[in-house]
């Protein structure tokens, strides 16, 4: 069965730096690429950023650009979001989810976790 | 930037079919993914590749393409399906994933 368990989510200042960590298990961690979304507080779902299975490549949001920094270890099966520069727009519970590796389909999430909640305010 | 439309909310009666659009301009060249999520809880994959279901989902959920536009169709609503609604894809250049603004389906 596959797990994501995400963690980091604290209450950070404007301008702020945090760093969220996802432990994923149940499932060959290295085979996949994996996102980060995150969802505001009564708001809908936004892509923030994919990473391949070796991260070699990344990709975000045009909203964190230059801001967060995707990474992965697979030897510890670990993603990771370092997200800097921390704005009151960046409030939101930030999922970790498994892409759907389907080479004809596209990237989605097949999996996702709980979410860990940032909450950036003074 | 690139965005996919859908319907803020669609109401409907237990029994009845629900209907939910996504439309965006790349739709003709990537494919479409639903996602459900209730209150608290995580989404969950329903549809993938425009039309099929990953194994668990109920065969009253299904979905179909035609052009720019994608509809997620729920047959025989129930209680249980109220939730809101994401379709899923990616832009022209398949750089960015997108998501759409979701829908909020409400079973009468």
């Known amino acids: 069965e596959v797990q994501l368990v995400e963690s980091g989510g604290v209450v950070v200042q404007p301008g702020g730096s945090l760093r969220l960590s996802c432990a994923a298990s149940g499932f060959t961690f290295d085979d996949y690429a994996m996102h980060w979304v995150r969802q505001a507080p009564g708001k809908g779902l936004e892509w923030v950023s994919l990473?391949?299975?070796?991260?070699?490549?990344?990709y975000y949001a045009d909203s964190v650009k230059g801001r967060f920094t995707i990474s992965r270890d697979n030897s510890t099966n670990s993603l990771y979001l370092q997200m800097n520069s921390l704005g009151p727009e960046d409030t939101a519970l930030y999922y970790c989810?498994?892409?759907?590796?389907?080479?004809?389909?596209?990237?989605?999430?097949?999996?996702w976790g709980q979410g860990t909640l940032v909450t950036v305010s003074s | 930037s690139y965005e996919l439309t859908q319907p803020p909310s669609v109401s409907v009666s237990p029994g009845q079919t629900a209907r939910i659009s996504c439309s965006g301009d790349a739709l003709s060249k990537h494919y479409v993914y639903w996602y459900q999520q209730k209150p608290g809880q995580a989404p969950v994959v329903i549809i993938c590749k425009d039309s099929e279901r990953p194994s668990g989902i109920p065969e009253r959920f299904s979905g179909s393409s035609s052009g720019t536009t994608v509809t997620l169709t729920i047959s025989g609503v129930q209680a249980e399906d109220e939730a809101d609604y994401y379709c899923q894809s990616a832009d022209s250049s398949a750089t960015y994933v997108v998501i759409g603004g979701g829908t909020k389906l409400t079973v009468l």
């Open positions: 989810a498994k892409d759907g590796g389907d080479l004809t389909g596209g990237n989605y999430f097949e999996s």
């Open positions: 990473i391949s299975w070796d991260g070699g490549a990344t």
